[in-house]
């Protein structure tokens, strides 16, 4: 069996119910898995919500746990997969005091090689966001540390999948 | 006081009438065919149980002594019957007392529907009088959950917890019910629920999986088949029986799995798993094609999983997918209900008869009789032996009665030794070993079979976990034998200090009160054996008497459960001595 842990990301279908988040966060939580991160938002299937949970576990264990959280009367279908099967994106913000913005060349030059989008300007800070892959964010973030970073917040990863997720059939299937 | 016995048919009401929510959660039970529930009041689920009152001649309400009580009787009572058990609490600690069940349920997959008051919605979330978050306590150990806090949920929600609990492998179903959505009126109308788009309770039988499985039986030359549950979830005694019989195959059972076949057949080769019999545990290491049907490959079962059965090519008869490979690797998953599943592969199976390693059981068995059964049914020795007891009730029982035991060493003697002629006969807490389990589980499954012999073999210890429910017993009648083995010990442990802590028994001795006092305490019949002489006449009594009985039968102080698989040893490892 292997036990090499490596990063995975799980996609999950589900009805949108109270208490689910409860349930699925449960599975990792009984097996002492941290959540690396965690996203649940609306799908292209109308009422469907879908998950993107990333842990880092062996691949054996894996397979466990997408076999535990797809008995959950709640989950339509749950999958997994590594970096390399799914197309990937975080997105961050970052909150500096305005008089770098126009007192330092350095951090125009960072913010333009970066393709980070400024939200917003006031007279005491402005709001830069960045969307990428973890190390595109990660790497910004070490350029901006040194001139002071007043907020940094990044969100869960969401991903989607090269191969087909066939959710739809399922639930035509139960319609027809 | 009787207990009344009600036959409500399942039925689905077409027309609309107003209602409260409270009215509306007893016509929902009622129209799933409950006609008994367990449970205990309280302030937050005092409108149902004022509708309760109004229907009572139609729905029978036992106040339990606990509500822990309440959930292993509906436990004793789903078991026995194949039906959902039914339990109801108030919120708070009402419902937080529930939760032993509840988990035990969960890992037997025993159907339970449970309900528990809640506050007033508007209350939610102030830390008011009672109020607990049961919806996430309860969300680990359940199938699935539910609150509730509009009346016109509770029909839609309730038939969908009737169908989830007792539909698939079964499971326990909380639903918690504030206390304004109990006294909110609506248009009632109740619908079966038949299916839900996010689950699939029983995944097809895949043709291709019973092909490849038939081919790997009939080529063994060393088959050898361990059911489970599965078996008596599924209700597929007589196709297993089919089974065994076209291919002559020796089988073994889990602990929930006993009385599928009677214990008679002979090819019901006994239990496996940590105190089971010798061979099916010696020869699981031995066989060419072990065969799984309805069963998890628990650790108890299993013992250490790296030397489990690894010379043998597995087939797994299972009805939740997430259950094949979690312990151990299947060749062959057959995933379905077990009686289809069986059913379907019958035709390709060839009549065979392993006349050789057949008789490897026999001689195994022999060598197990020899230097633990004998002894523990025929002793000699000064000392009344848990065995020499399970021997008298079979005697009396025929085989017909169901037994009802509690958890620790009286647990294993009376799974080894019992006779069983019909199938749902053993009613045990197998995987969350819940001492008190079997007192209330006894009355559950007397009501829901009063017709038959509901004998309760429970421990000094496991006794007084759930004692108060002597009361329900006589506020009941119902009549129920206890049978308590008496070792002023908690036992298993006591025994596991010996083997394994040299004898430093840490807080396992027991000082017992008098139990005849007690249960005559509580106007039940009660009597104490301490000599051999007086066993068999006592247990004559005991199945003689009309109502409740209580026997205590004080046995060896320092008894072991052998066989015995030490943690982390193979299952051919097992332990004679």
Known sequence: MDTETQLFTVSIYTENNVGLLNRISAIFQRRKINIESINSSISEI??????????????????????????????????????????????????????????????????????????????????????????????????????GIMQFVRSGRISVTKEELKVTPILEAFHA | MEVKTIQNEQTTTSTTERITGSEAVVKCLLAEGVSIIYGYPGGAIMPVYDELYKYQDKLHHVLTRHEQGATHAAQGYARISGKVGVAIATSGPGATNLITGIADAQIDSTPMVCITGQVGSHLLGSDAFQETDIVGISTPVTKWNHQITKASEIPEVLAKAFYIAKSGRPGPVLIDITKDAQFEAFDFEYKKCTAIRSYIPVPPVDDSAIVAAAKLINEAKKPMIV???????????????????????????????????????????????MHGNYAPNVLTNQCDVLIAIGMRFDDRVTGNLATYAKQAKVIHFEIDPSEIDKNVKADVAVLGNAKESLEKILPYLKRNEHPEWRQQFQDLYDIEFKKVINNDLNPTKEGLTMGEVLKEINIHSKGNAALVSDVGQHQMVACRYAEFNVTKSNITSGGLGTMGFALPAAIGAKMAAPDRDVVAIIGDGGYQMTIQ????????????????????????????????????????????????????????????????????????????????????VCVEKEGNVFPMIPTGASVSEVRLE
């Open chain 1, 46 to 147: 109308d009422g469907v919500s879908r998950w993107s949970i990333v842990v880092a576990v062996s691949e054996t264990q894996m397979r466990k746990i997408i076999g535990q959280i797809e008995k959950q009367v709640e989950v339509i279908k749950a999958y997994y997969h590594d970096d390399e099967e799914t197309i990937y994106q975080e997105s961050c913000l970052f909150k500096i005091k305005s008089d770098l913005l126009f007192e330092d060349r350095q951090i125009q030059n960072i913010i333009k090689e970066s393709h980070a989008r400024i939200v917003t300007v006031n007279r005491e800070f402005f709001v830069l966001e960045k969307s990428g892959r973890k190390e595109e964010v990660e790497l910004l973030y070490r350029e901006l540390k040194p001139f």
């Open chain 2, 227 to 273: 059911w489970g549950q599965g078996v008596v979830l599924g209700e597929a005694e007589k196709e297993l029986t089919a089974v065994i019989e076209k291919a002559n195959i020796p089988s073994a059972w889990t602990i929930l799995g006993a009385s599928a076949i009677p214990t008679s057949h002979p090819l019901n080769i006994g239990m496996v798993g």
């Open chain 2, 469 to 552: 429910e002597l009361g329900t017993i006589f506020q009941t009648q119902v009549p129920v034998k206890i049978v308590v083995l008496n070792n002023d010990f908690l036992g298993m442990v006591r025994q596991w200090q010996e083997l394994f802590f040299d004898r430093r028994y840490a807080s396992t001795e027991l000082v017992n009160p008098d139990f005849v006092t007690i249960a005559k305490g509580y106007h039940i019949e009660a009597k104490r054996v301490t000599k051999r002489e007086e066993l068999a006449a006592s247990i004559e009594a005991m199945f003689a008497h009309e109502g409740a009985y209580f026997l205590e």
